[in-house]
C-alpha cells in the first residue's frame, strides 16, 4: 500500500500545472533536469515492479508492468537484429527469471543459445595415454557451448589382487566423475591445469562456460600413459580470439 501511494504522489508530481505569468520565470536547465530526475524516478519504480512481483491488483501497477515486459522484448530483439547476442541473452535471460514459462523470452533465450553454440566450431582429437590437451578452443563465460564425440579409447589398470588405492591428490574432486569419463577445464596458466576443478562432458549436452580461458581435455585416470585409443571432439561455440 506504501508503495502505491508513493507511486501515485510521483504520478501527480508529475502534472505541469498553469501558472501565473508573475511565476513563469523558470530556469529552462533546471526544468530539464527536474525532467530528467522524474524520468529516472519513474524507470526506477518499473524496474522495481517488474523485478518482485507479476500479479498486482491495481491495474495501473500492472499496466507499468506490462509496459516494462514490452520494452524489455523490444530491446531483446533490436539487440538479436544487430547481433548483439551477449546483451539479447541477458535481456532474454531477466525475463525467463521474471516471469516463469513466458514462452517468448524462452523461444528468443533458446534461439541465441543456439545460435551462439553454432558460431565457431574446433575439431580436437584426444588421447587416451596424455595428459592435458589443449583442445584449440577458446571459451568465453558466459557462453553457451555443445561438445560431439565420437570413438572409444580403453583405461588399462594392472594390478594385483589388492586392488589400488587412491591418494588425496588422485581422488576426483567431483565422486560423480567416472574412471574413464572425458573431462574438460578452462585455464589460462600452467598452474590452473592442477588448481581448477575438472568436470565430465556428455557429447550431445551443452553448459555454460563459467571463466573465459582455454579448454583442456583429457581422459580422467590416475596415470594414462597406459590407456589406449583416442576421442574425436567436435567443440562448438562462440569462440574468443
Not at 24 to 50: G, L, T, Y
Request: hydrophobic share 40%; glycine share 4%.
Amino acid at each position: 500500500m506504501k508503495f502505491c501511494l508513493c507511486l501515485v504522489a510521483t504520478l501527480i508530481g508529475s502534472n505541469t500545472f498553469a501558472q501565473p505569468p508573475h511565476m513563469r520565470r523558470v530556469d529552462v536547465k533546471q526544468q530539464q533536469q527536474q525532467a530528467e530526475q522524474q524520468a529516472q524516478r519513474m524507470k526506477e519504480q518499473i524496474q522495481s515492479i517488474a523485478e518482485n512481483s507479476t500479479d498486482f491488483a491495481d491495474p495501473q501497477l500492472m499496466t507499468l508492468h506490462k509496459e516494462f515486459v514490452a520494452k524489455a522484448e523490444k530491446l531483446a530483439i533490436e539487440y538479436e537484429r544487430k547481433k548483439q547476442f551477449d546483451q539479447a541473452r541477458e535481456v532474454y535471460s531477466s525475463l525467463v527469471r521474471l516471469i516463469p514459462n513466458y514462452t517468448p523470452a524462452e523461444d528468443g533465450l533458446a534461439r541465441i543459445l543456439n545460435n551462439q553454440t553454432a558460431q565457431d566450431k574446433r575439431l580436437a582429437t584426444v588421447l587416451a595415454n596424455q595428459a592435458w590437451q589443449d583442445s584449440g578452443a577458446s571459451l568465453i563465460d558466459g557462453v553457451p557451448v555443445r561438445i560431439e564425440t565420437k570413438g572409444t579409447w580403453k583405461v588399462v589398470v594392472e594390478t594385483d589382487s589388492r586392488g589400488i588405492e587412491l591418494t588425496e591428490e588422485q581422488k576426483p574432486r567431483d565422486n560423480r566423475i567416472k574412471l574413464g569419463t572425458l573431462v574438460g577445464v578452462i585455464a589460462n596458466t600452467p598452474a590452473e591445469l592442477s588448481s581448477e576443478r575438472p568436470f565430465a562432458i556428455e557429447s550431445g549436452n551443452v553448459f555454460i562456460a563459467q571463466k573465459t580461458g582455454q579448454l583442456y581435455l583429457r581422459m580422467f585416470d590416475i596415470d594414462p600413459a597406459d590407456n589406449d585409443g583416442k576421442l574425436l571432439v567436435l567443440i562448438q561455440s562462440t569462440f574468443g580470439k
